[in-house]
């Protein structure tokens, strides 16, 4: 018997099935042992001696490992072909050796790019032993990133309030967000004019032909700046004689793009599918895996973690052999194509992702996939077959005009590209923002002499427009061009920017949060080599070249931690003054912009004596008065006073809507630090403060008017009385949104205005569900089953305070934002529930911190009592298992820093 290891429960069960009796197929549901979330477990002082633990999971998969190797012949390593696979494969051989729970049994390390039974069967006969230097990459990468995470995160956390965790390639890629936003910013708009001519032949045919020179002078796209000069230009088009100069036609090809690396399939399927980077991820490790098609488990694709774009020979022939029975002959080149990776380093690149077998079409599988997975195996389907293909052939015709008007020579061009013959194109065509890309229309039969007609001048105004935010696609495809991070791990780093708030994701366009301008800048000012784009790609080469058997993993970490440890310290005498005057100079135009009026920016409208600036509290930066406690005006980091959230508050921060018909008090909408809010009256004496409501999401500020206001203040309102108890039924809006509440027992509405208008009955009917629970969550939505946890119980989804969750047992595991809880697999849960067990986490009550004063106390009571006394309770008293509660504790901040 063999005991064969690879990551997923799914793998397993696939590859069991190909290799039969003889082998026993275990999983170890990915990586199982880390770094501990704590000081330490990197330490540079020890040679970079790393520290690793196996969680309470883990170890249970460990041991049934090590049990299965008791009698057998072989262990098997078939985790996956790239350094994280490499590195699995250590940490289960480290593992075992660690426990001498191998014997006389042999090692070996297979591996396959494809889940298909020829292939696994191949990869058998072909063992090998663990790479070194692949496993010594994965090393530096994990020190690195527990370096930076966990020395520089206590920093910002002691000098920037709000900032939760910085990272060696998230924060280079936050900063990618940031400077896009300040280009937007600084961007000032340029007026220009285009001068188009609707031209006919003498046949009628009619086609536009635009001003490109006047005098002999080139006219470029910006030169016409003025409505002046283009009105100029077109009185003298009216009036002129258009006669053909010269047509040009010359042929040119369209050559199709290599097949998917996992880059460029990130990229391409945001594009063309709408899918985020991580569902793509997932999606595609899905048909990596294995999809049941009629009672047999088959892999549809190859590994999708790749920086190749070449495909093995014989996927090239079956190809070819495909498009030579399914087109004509012209589709089909003479050779097969070859492709080159633009990589420096493909040392983590095998074959590109390709289908395991191109005659099993798309519209084959169809109904065996769920409508993600079969729009991405379409995608990558068409794409590997298109790239075997003949180029497009197209004609690009260009004829100069010239207009002779009254002594004047104005010059225009015509242009047109049409396909001649479609080659690749029949099949696949990328969305591209590359002009060139696109056809153009065909220009009518010209030649040089000929006369044409005038039929309009149109001219037509203009501006220049900023560059536009980066989506999923542009943003991934920047970091790879500079060299930022790897493919494999792009996905994870643009969720960890919106998990932790950094950057927003509004309309496919990624926008910094204040948060993450605030990280930025602080980063920019004090770890600037930490963030500058070439330092950061830099380091990824060495990790190629410590991949490649070129460089010793140590010397790189010693390099690194030199310089690092110096940047570090020179921060811890940093004054929060000094910190908060770097951050007002980046951000002045932001935090700061100009005034309407020409007036100083940061003279505080409310005082008129005070200047503003960046301020910070326990919930983070906002912007204050310097003459504070006398002047309390706060707002907003980026809040200012044009912007929709506050239009319609005066200079001084506040709106009077009226008075209040109940006692005369102005009801009056503010600007504060954690945004518009309606307030009735003004605080008589210092300390008193009068009521307040804040503005709900998604009500307009400027609209809003004094019955609104007054509604607002009016919560909560009684709705009416239960039946039962005799007790008002109250409605209001709470930390969490709208609910409905009978005597501390709360439940959730659907919405803001539902608060106003919820009725008696359906009070009392959500609030008796509530009290009956009946499967639901504490938000009133029914808990969904997913199935059954492969190590028993069932697994649940739910919906939580804090967004939805999926529960086993006493783990609850939020999905994050990028997944889609109305589609969420079972596999996909189990993972977020290893994950969060892996981190720690678990049911109520853990990792609860004890409370100030119990601490004290606790920190108190020995020292009060005599020596002789305080021996006895210290091998006794409860009080000694307390540091394990509070170790706990220590874990969760530390986890997600690195992370």
Known sequence: MDVVIVESPAKAKTINKYLGPGYEVLASYGHVRDLPPKDGSVDPDSDFHMLWEVDAKSQKRLSDIAKALKGADRLILATDPDREGEAISWHVLEFLREKKALKDQKVQRVVFNAITKQSVLDAMKNPREIDGALVDAYLARRALDYLVGFTLSPVLWRKLPGARSAGRVQSVALRLVCDRELEIESFVSQEYWSLVALLATKKGEVFEARLVGADGKKINRLDIGKGEEAEAFKRALDFAKFTVASVESKPGKRHPWPPFTTSTLQQEASRKLGMSASNTMRTAQRLYEGVDIGGETVGLITYMRTDGVQIAPEAISQVRSFIGRSYDKRYLPGAPRMYKTKQKNAQE???????TDVSRRPADVRKYLDRDQFALYELIWKRTIASQMESAEVERTTADIVAQAGGRGLELRATGTVTTFDGFLTLYQEDTDDPSDEDGSRLPQLAAHDDLDRREIKATQHFTEPPPRYTEASLVKKMEELGIGRPSTYAATLSVLQDRGYVTLDKKRFTPSDNGRLLTAFLESFFRRYVEYDFTAGLEEKLDLISDHELNWKDVLRDFWKDFEAAISGTKELRTTEVLDALNEILGPHVFPARA??????????????????????????IGCSNYPECRYTRQLSVPANSDATAGVGGDGVRVLGPDPDSGLDVSVRDGRFGPYVQLGEAVEKGDKPKRASIPKGWSVPELDLEKALSLLSLPREVGLDPESGKPILAGIGRYGPYVQLDGTYASLTGVDEVFEVGLNRAVTLIAEKKAGGGKSRFGAPAKNLGDHPEGGSVTMRAGRFGPYVSHGKINATIPRSMDSETITLDEAVALITAKAASGGGGKGRGKAPSKSKKAASAKKPAAEKPAAAK???????????????????????KSAAS
């Open 349 to 355: 690149a095998h074959e590109a992702i390709r289908p």
């Open 597 to 622: 009026d020409g007036g100083d920016p940061r003279q505080c409208q409310v005082c008129g004596t005070g200047r503003l600036s960046l301020k910070t509290g326990k919930f983070g930066a906002f």
């Open 872 to 894: 006895k309770p210290a091998a006794k008293k409860p009080a000694a298992k307390k540091p394990a509660a509070k170790k706990s504790v220590a874990k969760k901040p530390a």
